[in-house]
């Protein structure tokens, strides 16, 4: 795994609270997800990530996709 790599859930939603800090919501600048061809995912992956085809999309992810998980087997491997 790159040492960039963060774990989120894209299915849970940011906790609303009351109290806002003015501004702290406009500061986040979203970068354009990349368009890569089949070729330049099959480049770009790591041992440890898939590369996912369908008619209408192309996706990379984890090889496995529990955390928790990831990290055991990261662990028993560098033993």
Avoid at 1 to 18: M, P, V
Avoid at 28 to 40: A, F, G, S, Y
Avoid at 49 to 67: A, F, G, N, Q
């Amino acid at each position: 795994s790159r040492a960039e790599d963060i774990d989120i859930n894209i299915c849970k939603g940011k906790k609303l609270t009351n109290t806002r800090a003015s501004g702290s919501d406009d500061a986040v600048k979203l970068i354009p997800p990349r368009q890569m061809t089949l070729e330049q995912c099959l480049e770009f992956i790591n041992s440890d990530e898939l590369v996912e085809v369908t008619p209408e999309s192309i996706r990379m992810r984890k090889r496995v996709l529990d955390s928790a998980e990831r990290r055991r087997i990261t662990s028993r491997n560098r033993k």
